[in-house]
């Protein structure tokens, strides 16, 4: 008896996946926050220092238009001199609290991406995958049982007679 075994021979292409990413992006924008509390660009500093600058010299200007309408008013009574010479001796101080920042720092997130390309499908029916069947073989050789009839030795009778 002879026999080989069946066997299924598979093939399978390999499989072509296009992935690409893209990383989440986090950023932090402390600059206005850190300009509060005094940490500015120079081109921030120069600017903001010119307002102010301009803003003293108004008010200078208007303290002087306000002092110059008070000595024109002298007479109508009140002592004019002695009070802007007060004034300008003990000036009143406006009184600041503590530093808290109120603007905090900006966010701006973006999402990281996952992007998948399957590659282009030119055969619907393929699906890349082949499988053989090769059924096995068994060969048999029967003999069947064999019986030999014979006579091994004839029947045979020998009688002697001794006198």
Do not use: C
């Not at 206005?32 to 200007?61: C, F, H, N, P, W």
């Not at 905090?104 to 499988?131: C, K, L, Q, R, S």
């Amino acid at each position: 008896m002879k026999n080989r075994a069946a066997r299924l021979e598979m093939h399978q292409e390999q499989a072509a996946l296009e992935i690409e990413t893209r990383r989440p992006v986090l950023e932090i924008d402390q600059y206005r926050s850190m300009a509060q509390m005094g940490y500015k660009k120079t081109a921030d500093v120069t600017l903001e220092l010119a307002q102010r600058g301009r803003q003293a010299a108004m008010e200078y200007i208007a303290a002087k238009s306000d002092e110059g309408n008070r000595l024109k008013a002298i007479e109508k009574g009140g002592n004019a001199i002695r009070e802007i010479a007060m004034n300008k001796a003990w000036p009143q101080k406006q009184r600041q609290g503590g530093f808290t920042p109120i603007v905090g720092p900006d966010f701006h997130a973006t999402p990281g991406e996952v992007i998948i390309t399957p590659p282009p499908v030119e055969n619907p029916t393929h699906i890349g995958y082949e499988a053989e069947y090769i059924p096995g073989e068994l060969n048999i050789q029967f003999n069947p049982a064999r019986v030999d009839i014979y006579m091994r030795q004839y029947p045979e009778i020998n009688i002697d007679v001794i006198i």
